[in-house]
């Protein structure tokens, strides 16, 4: 395949530099997902556990509302009781997004993890025994305070923990448990709610996955870089040792000695910005909010860390996610249930394929690549529903398809399409949000990038529905086709590439500018620098066990 190739005119944004400029700090490792070492793994897949509640807990309650029956307060749930217990969750996520940043600078990234799986135990132990609805909207409130802080959190952890070459898949791991997270819910909904009662089991196994995350997480080290600042030398240094494990040994001194003075350089100058403005400095998180907003290069990183954020919640995915039972069983389908299924699992899927082509293909360029693709699939749909009429009056016989059921599933499958292209792109690059961010904004800038992707997310799920009553479907589609292509010409105008660039240049990277170009050459010369580097080894491989190839 060819590497991180952006054919594209890139809009000038005056910058002078030679390519090799944004890539001459990152000491390139070469290390792979195979040789990224037990450690940098086992630290991956347990902070990750909260990307799977996040998802289970997200996805479990469509099933959960239609088997409850009378199970709470005696008697069946109401219109606001429904909105309430759904809305609950989003609403708690979004208050507690922000708060990410200022725990996770004084009691470490870590235990921003650990406080939410304690309260992901909690929310499903208090759901699974709910008698009241005020209880289950209490279980469902301490669930969303849980995903709003791991939501920030997780993606911080890794992303201040991995070698710059896996970062982006490492992140990626998080959306690949969050999409499997919600299959998981779709499909113990399914099996669950044949029983009585089983609604009750569809939200308790949540408690499950997140004791087992309490326990693997409490042996994981913090980050080198939360521990560098907080004066932690020698722990740092174990630490990154233990990350780069899968380097070999000659190269793995250098880089782990390149990354501590990389860090250590940022620290000393933030220390020196401190210093001059001790004077009218009265708290941490305001100073924090202070530079956020007004040195060049925060505001740059925030401007584009929301805008994804935004832009991921406002294109009208999780209207699927929530509704697409609603929307199949409306046009006619007998097993809705099974094709809304089909919209989670392509979601999964292709959360692989971006698993495997973040760091190689680039975040910008698999943004602007999938994008278009789902205003393909979003126009297609809102031509589809125009000849489907949707009668809310749950009359099968008041169905009318102009093409005996053509267009119905011309709906589904440009349905499939836009999933497909959200998964690769929209679906996770958005949360690689902390790299954007120098170390000393980086816990705030993630936190309230978490918080705007919450509050899109709420905006979505209280005016789908009205929308598609007083808008049409066809137009509620159209609306979001039109998000997405404001959101690509936003993303080609301001989204540097950041794949493989380590935390700290990345900063530097838009300190004068949006920096697009420079990125993009810089891109091109890593990954010239790494086919070589992969060409050599291959090569040394074939020479060693005395199969010298003509094709190395
Ligand atoms: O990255 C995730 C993923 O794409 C999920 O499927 C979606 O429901 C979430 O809102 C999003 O944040």
Redesign the pocket.
Known sequence: MRRGSDERDEPNDGDEDSPEDSSRHSPTSNISWRNAGPVLRSLTLSACISGLL??FD??VISSTLVSIGSDLSNRPLTTPDKSIVTAITSLLALISAPMTGFFADRYGRKSVILVPALLFVFGAVIQAVATYVWTMVLGRALVGAAVGIA?GAVPLYITELAPAELRGRLVTV??LF??GG?VVAYVLGWIFARLPHGWRLMVGVGAVPAVVQLVLLIRMPETPRWLLQTGQDERARDVLIKVHEGVPEKDRARIVQSVLLSVQAEITAEDKTNARNDSDSSSGVRDAMKELISIPGNRRALTIACML?GL??LCG??SL?YFSATIFALVGFTSPILASLSI?FT??LL?LVAFAWIDIVGRRNILLRSIPFMVLGLLLCSLAFSFVSIEPARDAALIYDAGDGIWSWMLIASMVLYVAA??VG???V??QQSELFPLRVRSLGSGLATAT?WSS?FIIGMTFLPMMNFLTPSITFMCYAVVCVVGWVAIWRIYPETAGLELEDIGELLKDGWSVQKSVEGFRERQRVLDEMEGRSRRSWSISSGRMSRET
Do not use: D, E
Request: proline content about 3%; some cysteine.
């Open positions: 996040f998802g997200t996805g939501s998080q959306s969050i999409t919600q954020q991921q919640q995915f999780n996610m989670a979601n999964f959360t959200y998964a929209l679906g996770c958005p949360w992707n997310n």
